[in-house]
């Protein structure tokens, strides 16, 4: 079974997002911050993380740029409820694999982590 970390701070989103994996056939964990998700791949290893762009504190960036500076090449899909531009830049410039909109829904997200992993 194919193991998603999800990371996002809105705990609503987490609890449709996660069903909607698990549904799927995903096995979920959830970190509600950056630094929470650097401390579950600390101890579990991952086959996508699902990044939210947008967060306090520690945004989808910064947590990028702290996974790839700590040796970790998991695969990273950013999720964002903004059309950002500044998303694109750190899609390149920190390998992830793309990212996408939180408007898109169910069938969007699952068929873009299906492209991916």
Do not use: H, Q
Not at 6 to 29: H, N, Q
Not at 31 to 44: N, P
Not at 60 to 88: C, N, S
Request: glycine share 8%.
């Amino acid at each position: 079974m194919k193991r998603i970390l999800l990371v996002d701070d809105d705990l609503d989103m987490t609890k449709i997002v996660s069903r909607w994996l698990e549904k799927a056939g995903y096995e979920v964990k959830v970190a509600i911050s950056g630094s929470e998700a650097l401390d579950c791949l600390k101890t579990s290893e991952y086959d996508l993380i699902l990044l939210d762009f947008a967060m306090p504190d520690m945004n989808g960036e910064d947590t990028l740029k702290a996974i790839r500076m700590e040796g970790y090449d998991t695969g990273v899909l950013f999720r964002t409820g903004a059309d950002d531009v500044d998303i694109k830049g750190s899609i390149d410039e920190y390998d992830a694999l793309g990212y996408v909109s939180k408007a898109d829904g169910k069938s969007k997200l699952l068929s873009e982590i299906a492209k991916v992993i």
